[in-house]
């Protein structure tokens, strides 16, 4: 991927930086080169072909303050950007706090990238021949029974490989390197119901190993979700219990993160400001930062300053522990600094009706739904927003009615609406189903209480 | 208007290179090929705590070869002008046509026209960071003082222009510069322990001359108008009610409800909610719905879509008949019609695929202020963010960011935060007023369907007898 020259060329735009006047510079060399191949109703109908190489340079100047990029990476033209890049930071308002981390605080394991295993060799000898075999692979289209409850419209699949690679260097001798593979796969089923309705169901995995790809799995589930949407009812307005199913349970858990971040702090645009410390959740809620499991989607040695990462909870049992702070918010706000954003968050199980007393326990999708007895069990946010502000939000829903314990008929067009904080301190029970193939191991939650409009 | 030569010699190409390129390309039997030139530069600036204290200026630049056999596409491209790499991009998109039987389609020219939707005055690459600052500084100052409970004020600018030179197999040369310039203005209130705020953005494709005070004064105006309001705003009781939806950004509901179902690529796979309803009547009579490539300066628009049609204006629906979708060549020979001007795409990395512009509802002749005393109970809402649809099921949903209550015909208690949800052939067959009061909202949209594209939309005064509101 990145090569020594490229690596020298990353190193001259500092020296090059410093040279035309610059205080500080950090560099980041970013490479990556993307295949797939996608299929409709089992042939084949698009192969694409990506390979990106960018630089960002980050300037310091006298106090001041500015970012560029370019794809353009011949060494004079580079010069000559850099110089007016230069120019241009010395036209802009002096904050002093602006400055690079201190290098106790930087990543000083992290030189081949490949040091968390998330590179694989197998992505070398995987060719458009193969890409293809493994996207029809992914093709159920002829297996496809057609019955009296549905027809198929259309099926599209899709096979791709990525490689990544990123070398940050800055002025003050960081060198640091990240390198991964991901190969994804994607499957969306439409399908119409005897009376003409559509239903469409998608289904995906992404694993940095190649061999880790269940090609079985994808389309069957995408034909399962859409096809479990036939018939849906209305439910009344109310108050319900809500579970939310692991695959798009992170919806919730965004608007805390970014509630977290100090840049919204500082500006007074979060609802958690004057939360470190505080128990502001329940105490079944700890969401930790696991960002360096070796092998695992989203893991991360570095943030985007070079600092270096840590497994570390950012709530832990209903208390904020721990804000996240870049250097330049660290200094203005006078608050140690942390790491830039999470990496790799992850909910440790909760059963508010059953306490845990082996902390290893699983709690499965149906231990939540039993303990939920009767309300929705939500399975995909359509639109909403959350207010950064005041943590008000409305989202709309779909999913199904649970009764007993069990999952029933399918709810649409039907909305969530309250306050994010009142939502989470309504939390009943979080499982141990995150996907493992997700960056953010997010499981089912489950949450009482919550006012539904229909 | 920039001649070819600028960017032949921009882009380090000739003609016969483009024919050297097309004919590689189509070397394994595809049935069409396009090249696509792009440069772009972008500047931002960030004015936060009373300080410009940061901004920069970034650079992208190459070549997208698509190649079509049939409806399927091959697509590569390179970062670089090189021969040697553009012949490497070209046979690798040129592998969707191998082994492939005669898909039998026949991509034809389309007929060009001559026009000029967004000259600069001022060009924005021949400006420094320092023309700006004056202006950020004036808009701050302004903003403050408008309003005493106002704790911060962060102000975006950016700007971008784009070089493209498009060339295909069918011989079509095209090449045309879009600028585009934003200022975004967001603003945190504090009124006793309660905190507000509320974002502002004005985007137009034209140069630098837009940065002046006429937009100064609008951006104050418009970023203080109705925090009152909000201050007082409650949640409903949410359900299904009558919804009015204010002139403007209300246009949202046409983006969401409608294009992206009239979208053909979605239709020619069946997928749509709409995909066989074309000629067929889905909305009252009289309900007119375009959506437009020439509205001059506007965000949407393009002189060129990103395969070379030209812009034009699209009507999709017609005195309530659906009457076209939204084509780019590929759906267009599917469906034996000429391409719209949809084909759009974020940028050379991404193929081309049908994409809305402006898209808003004709005026009616209904009066805005009857249609609202026309309503005992229902919903006025006037500002939103974000909107999302489920193509299949027509699902669609808008967030709405403040509105008022109707009561007895009157608007009563502000409202804000809730999201509303509706179907869309339904919510087209429940419009029961149009107002005479078109108005396109000029703020940052940008649609997300698989890539990154700047849209605008716009929506006279307009009543739907039943959509389902979030609520208490």
Redesign the interface.
Known sequence: MITTEEIQLAKHCISHATASGATAARVSLNKSVTDACTI?NG???????????SIYIYLFVDG?????????LEEKELEE?IS??VE??R?????RC?RLPDQDRTEKNASSGRELGLFDDAYYSIE?EERYRNALRLSIYEKIVQNKEFSL??E?CEYSCTADDMFLADSNGLECRHSETAFGTFSEM?IKDNEG????GYWWQTSPVANEIDFEECGRKALERAVS?IGPKKRR?GRYRMVVDTTVASRLVTPLLTALNASSIQ???SFLDNSLGMQVFPEGLTLMDLARTPGKNGSRLFDTEGVATKDTAIIENGVVKQYFVNTYLSEKMGIPPTVEDISRPCIRPYLKEIALQDKEKEVSLEDILKASRNGIFVTGF????C????G?????I?GFAINEGKIGHPV??????GNIMELWNHLTAAGSDARASSRWQIPSLAFEEV???? | MNTLQYYTDLFKVTRTQLEELTATALAQGGDYCDLYFEHTSFFNLLLKDGVVSSGGFHTDYGVGIRVLKGEKTGYAYSENTEMRDMLSAAKAASAIAAGQASSGRTYKSVKDKVQDLYPMQENWRDKHADAFLPFLKDLEKAIFAKDSRIVKVIIRLSDSVTDVLMYNSLSELTYETRPMGSVTATVVFQQGDKTENKSVSRSFRTGAEMIGPALLDEIAGEAVKGIDERFEAIRPKGGQMNVVMGAGASGILLHEAMGHAFEADFNRKGQSIFSDRLGQQICPKGVDVVDDGTVAYNRGSGNYDDEGVPGEKTYMVKDGVLCSYLHDRISAAWYGVEPTGNGRRENFRYNPIPRMRATYMESGDADPGSIIASVKNGIYVNEFSNGQVKIGEGDFTFFVKSGFLIEKGRLTAPVKDINIIGNGPQALADILAVGNDLRIDNGTWTCGKEQSVPVSCGMPTVLISSLTVGGE
């Open positions: 409709m042939e084949l109908d698009k192969v694409s072909h990506s390979a990106d190489r001041r303050y500015g970012t560029f990029s370019t794809n353009r950007f007016k890049a241009m930071v036209m802009l308002g002096e904050d602006r458009a419209i259309s599209e439409t309705n559509k239903y469409s949407q307005s500006q007074k645009m359509n639109g909403g927003n207010n950064p502000v005041t008000d939000f409305s989202f709309g779909e649409r067009e039907m909305l969530i609406t006012t539904f409009s229909a």
